[in-house]
T-cell receptor, first 111, second 109 residues
Framework: NAGVTQTPKFRILKIGQSMTLQCAQD?????MYWYRQDPGMGLKLIYY???????DKGEVPNGYNVSRSTTEDFPLRLELAAPSQTSVYFC??????????FGNGTRLTVT | KNEVEQSPQNLTAQEGEFITINCSYS?????LHWLQQHPGGGIVSLFM???GKKKHGRLIATINIQEKHSSLHITASHPRDSAVYIC???????????FGPGTRLSVLP
């Protein structure tokens, strides 16, 4: 199993540009999550999904959108990028109170 | 809302020392997780526990549900243990996680 695969690893965006962060898992996990990690801060939940077709907002959803058309994929869309979205983004998955499995992260800089 | 605190924030140890990192939370949970993040690296799950104690190699995790407190111990620490250790709690059977701010550990040779 590849686990959780995130792409890209690094990206630089200009203010106002848009992009999609890809996340895929091959463990048949029903729960998937997007987190952002700012320097010196804990992980903050952006969006999560409990299964295909079901998504919900987390703590910091503004400026982001998600979709979950399949169990495997959970892309995160950034519209109109702002400097405040400069962060490291992690995708994770789990199954009903199982340990979290994280992707390797995407380091995003908005200038 | 569940708050998760960790102590210490930063910890420097000499190789071979016994290390303890603490985590406390404010609301009842279904499980507590310990995670490890190496500098510039991804995040790996070390333990998930809801009661008692778990051991994996030189790492030991304990939890006291009544006191809402958990500890992560590292025996015979090694420079490769240098990382940020993150405590997280979950409830609603994995639908919600709250993360602590992390403890940055440096083990010097």
């Amino acid at each position: 199993n590849a686990g959780v695969t995130q792409t890209p690893k690094f990206r630089i965006l200009k203010i106002g540009q848009s992009m999609t962060l890809q996340c895929a898992q091959d463990m048949n996990h029903n729960y998937m999550y997007w987190y952002r990690q700012d320097p010196g801060m804990g992980l903050k939940l952006i969006y999560y999904s409990v299964g295909a077709g079901i998504t919900d907002k987390g703590e910091v959803p503004n400026g982001y959108n998600v979709s979950r058309s399949t169990t495997e994929d959970f892309p995160l869309r950034l519209e109109l990028a702002a400097p405040s979205q400069t962060s490291v983004y992690f995708c994770a998955s789990s199954y009903r109170d199982s340990p979290l499995h994280f992707g390797n992260g995407t380091r995003l800089t908005v200038t | 809302k569940n708050e998760v605190e960790q102590s210490p924030q930063n910890l420097t140890a000499q190789e071979g020392e016994f290390i303890t990192i603490n985590c406390s939370y404010s609301v009842g949970i279904s499980a507590l997780h310990w995670l490890q993040q190496h500098p510039g690296g991804g995040i790996v799950s070390l333990f998930m526990l809801s009661s008692g104690k778990k051991k994996h190699g030189r790492l030991i995790a304990t939890i006291n549900i009544q006191e809402k407190h958990s500890s992560l111990h590292i025996t015979a620490s090694h420079p490769r243990d240098s990382a940020v250790y993150i405590c997280a709690v979950s409830w609603d059977y994995g639908q919600n996680f709250v993360f602590g701010p992390g403890t940055r550990l440096s083990v010097l040779p």
